[in-house]
């Protein structure tokens, strides 16, 4: 038997029913606050990545899948989504269109991990962007964002993480200020670490190996190096949020290790997934256009991953329900009324309502069983008796009640479907 691929999940009938409550909601109030959808190729240029997530990450050095098309280039699946909506706002001149672009995106994402809980190989996200303002404004627009879809859900389990990662001028300091303190120790620290050093010693704070976690514990902390300009940046989106009544957690620790993020990041973290704690987060990404070729211009985003947030869902028993229900189960006795139950199931679907039939030829006590199963409101019964007084019997599943319906009257039919909505 061939099995899926490992690390990757069918959604099946039972599960979709949630997908599709989350993705309405992203939706819905996405377009409440003025986003709109924008759709990306699956895969791209590997080059995109390499400059658009970084080199020294290990998203890029590690987890991508990549592979040659026939032409023998380097294509890899999307292992995240921002670098392709830059590359799409670029080559489709958007910004120059529209100078402030408010995106968001749903798919599947690809990155080669281990599987285990709440990460899977591939995997599902919803991004939204602002891009072309610089202003903190964005941000805290950018925060209310993904705290107003949380809330959406009935979510309550999270807790919003803020830090700020200055400008470039700032971050410089604070990079040669951690480079001058892991030197010293760097000789018993892990290879990730020590390949870090010189390259991205920002992304040594985010180490898992447990010989670095008592030396980055005593590490630098950034916001002891912003200059007046990123202290006023960062006070302002304390101030917007804190006026929006959006709760967060002042954060030292929270960092971007790439050169294109500054001022504000942020995620939203939860206890009740263990360590897989995070459900999304974001960031200012000012020099991301110019790193994949475009114009300089300022963004701002975040992504939710959508398997964290079902589980989450699933720990605060929120998940929304998946029952659907029958409004009509049609059901044909003898071959000859199988013609007129399919077309009179067809005109209950062309006014709106779900009907069923048969297509297994199955007897009345199966076919009532079935009927059962989809939580059908109501069922019609044609046989050949009824067949030849032109009727069906009309049985409410509910009180048992039943009636003949002639079958050239289905306003009476449709009249008493629509009393029970």
Sequence with gaps: MIQAVRGTKDILPGEIGAWQTLESTFRRIAGQFGFHELRTPVFE?????????????????????TF?????????????????????????????????LRLWYMGAMFRQERPQKGRLRQFHQFDAEILGSAQPEADAESIMLAHTILRALGLTAFELRLNSLGNAASRLRYREALQSYFRPHISGMSDDSKNRLEKNPLRILDSKHAEDAPIVKGAP????????????YFERVQKLLTALE????????LVRGLDYYSHTAFEFVTTRLGSQNAIGGGGRYDGLFEQIGGKPTPGIGFAFGIERLLLLLDEEQKTPSTETVCDLYVIALDDDSS?????????????????????????????????????????AIIGEAERTKGVAILKNMATSEQHEVALQDTNSLLQAVRRTI
């Design 45 to 65: 240029h590997t080059e995109l990545f390499s400059r658009g997530i970084g080199e020294t990450t290990d998203i890029v050095g590690k987890e991508m899948y």
């Design 68 to 100: 040659l098309d026939q032409g023998q280039t380097s294509m890899t699946l999307r292992p995240e989504a921002t670098a392709s909506i830059v590359r799409a706002v670029i080559e489709n001149t958007l910004v120059e269109k529209n100078p402030l």
């Design 221 to 232: 902390i950034l916001t002891d190096y912003l200059d007046d300009d990123s202290q006023n």
């Design 246 to 253: 959006i709760p967060y957690i002042a954060d030292d620790r």
């Design 339 to 379: 013609a007129l139950g399919m077309k009179l199931a067809q005109t209950l679907r062309q006014e709106g309502f779900t009907a069923i039939t048969d297509a297994l030829r199955r007897s009345f006590k199966a076919q009532m069983r079935d009927a059962d199963r989809t939580k059908a409101r109501f069922v």
